[in-house]
């Protein structure tokens, strides 16, 4: 049981450039999340999935798009890399079930230059 | 959107003493989950407590639903216990900003 695995762990990119981050959950959950963490600012929610097919924009989008194709797979792409979006990216899952669970991701760190 | 406060900002113990960290909200919730930052980085989910109290070990947290906050107990604090202390509310989970613990040996 892997829990929830996030690809790559570092990377870094040049202005301009684009990528997607990768996350896969093992453990049959509906709800998916993508969220960056910066420097005293906590962790901001960029976007939400209740379930596959759906997607829902959270606090920070701009810049961000995400796809959620199946179940088990939530992917969040830069079109267009920018200097702002040097970050820490989580990807968590959430077991709707009595226990409310959230997983999260190891996380990737991304610089943007 | 609902706002979330955590508090204190920061926080620095000697091993063995007790604390008591805050999380208030702006609006009714019915998700709320406390969850700890290690210092590599990794995060963990302590507890569902959308109301009422739950226990776990050394920790406990109790949410008082009706007049928009929560705490986390902290009992006996361990070296291990330190990091971040996060609070995250409704289904979007909107998180606070953080308590940064230090315990002291």
């Known amino acids: 049981n892997a829990g929830v695995t996030q690809t790559p762990k570092f990377q870094v990119l040049k202005t301009g450039q684009s990528m997607t981050l990768q996350c896969a959950q093992d453990?049959?959950?509906?709800?998916m999340y993508w969220y960056r963490q910066d420097p005293g600012m906590g962790l901001r929610l960029i976007y939400y999935?209740?379930?596959?097919?759906?997607?829902d924009k959270g606090e920070v989008p701009n810049g961000y798009n995400v796809s959620r194709l199946n179940k088990r797979e939530f992917s969040l792409r830069l079109e267009s890399a920018a200097p702002s979006q040097t970050s820490v990216y989580f990807c968590?899952?959430?077991?709707?079930?009595?226990?409310?669970?959230?997983?999260f991701g190891e996380g990737s760190w991304l610089t943007v230059v | 959107g609902i706002q979330v406060e955590q508090s204190p900002p920061d926080l620095i113990l000697q091993e063995g003493a007790n604390s008591t960290l805050r999380c208030n909200f702006s609006?009714?919730?019915?998700?709320l989950q406390w969850f700890h930052q290690n210092p590599w980085g990794q995060l963990i989910n302590l507890f569902y407590i959308p109301s009422g109290t739950k226990q776990n070990g050394r920790l406990s947290a109790t949410t008082v639903a009706t007049e928009r906050y929560s705490l986390l107990y902290i009992s006996s604090s361990q070296t291990t216990d330190s990091g971040v202390y996060f609070c995250?509310?409704?289904?979007?989970?909107?998180f606070g900003k953080g308590t940064k613990l230090t315990v002291n040996p």
């Open positions: 995250a509310v409704t289904e979007k989970l909107v």
């Open positions: 999935s209740a379930s596959e097919g759906t997607t």
């Open positions: 609006d009714s919730v019915n998700n």
């Open positions: 453990m049959n959950h509906n709800s």
């Open positions: 968590a899952s959430r077991d709707r079930g009595s226990r409310n669970t959230i997983y």
